[in-house]
């Protein structure tokens, strides 16, 4: 098991659940939605370490929140 599964702190299943029942989500399709997205997560998280990695080595530009958000 690496590091990424077993921290505590990458559990986003509150705000994953929150999300999916604003969207309207129900019963089994809740439930494949739910596990559906939280298995990306760790996938999510390593490639945001890889884009940093190539940020710091200068193989890629910084972006900031605002670059991607706004």
């Not at 990458?10 to 999916?20: G, V, Y």
């Not at 019963?27 to 999510?44: D, H, S, T, V």
């Not at 710091?56 to 605002?66: D, I, M, N, V």
Request: proline letters at 1%.
């Amino acid at each position: 098991m690496n590091t990424l599964q077993k921290e505590d702190n990458w559990d986003f299943s509150k705000e994953i659940l929150d999300d999916l029942l604003r969207q309207g989500f129900t019963g089994e399709e809740l439930e494949k939605q739910f596990y559906a997205i939280k298995n990306e997560i760790p996938n999510g998280i390593k490639a945001m370490l890889h884009e940093a990695q190539l940020v710091a080595e200068g193989k890629a530009e910084f972006q900031s929140y605002e670059d991607i958000f706004e």
